[in-house]
């Protein structure tokens, strides 16, 4: 008898303890300012806590693998983890900044040590996961000293239904 009561309580916490787990979020950026909003607009907009932190987990497991292949300065990884033609910053003559677009990895390779100049480098290293913010349409951004450094995406491949996250945009701290 105790054994039963003991499953039974058991299960019954677990339950509870799910259903919190999966209880709808609405994100507080995704409400729309009319009185009576369509019910079909809302209802796309909510997501599960679950389905928030896997995203935000493919986000910045991209990003610490961005972050570590930086400090190694291991060129071939850093270009893997970016979609091209990407936009990026780059220090020019009399410290002046200007953009510019990289359009294959072959171009990113040639330019790595003008992309990502020592100062860049140390820039991504100090970056906390307290910078990282994950945006309404999956878009993260990573955030240094007010201004965004990094625009990380999804990138939908040819099927329209897989993705690989990606960096999309290198900006100067």
Request: proline letters at 2%.
């Amino acid at each position: 008898m105790w054994k039963k009561l003991l499953v039974f309580s058991s299960a019954f916490c677990l339950s509870l303890f799910l259903v919190q787990l999966l209880k709808p979020v609405v994100q507080t950026d995704s409400i729309e300012a009319s009185s009576n909003p369509p019910i079909s607009n809302n209802l796309s907009k909510i997501k599960t806590e679950y389905e928030i932190s896997v995203e935000f987990r493919f986000f910045t497991d991209l990003f610490n693998k961005f972050q570590k292949a930086v400090a190694k300065n291991d060129k071939k990884t850093v270009s893997s983890l970016v979609y091209f033609p990407i936009d990026i910053e780059i220090v020019g003559k009399k410290n002046k900044l200007y953009k510019k677009r990289i359009k294959s990895e072959i171009e990113f390779l040639q330019n790595y040590d003008v992309i990502l100049d020592n100062s860049f480098k140390q820039c991504i290293s100090g970056i906390s996961k307290n910078e990282l913010i994950l945006l309404d349409n999956s878009t993260l951004s990573v955030h240094q000293k007010g201004k965004i450094v990094i625009r990380i995406d999804r990138y939908y491949k040819s099927d329209s239904r897989s993705f690989e996250v990606k960096i999309f945009d290198l900006l100067r701290c």
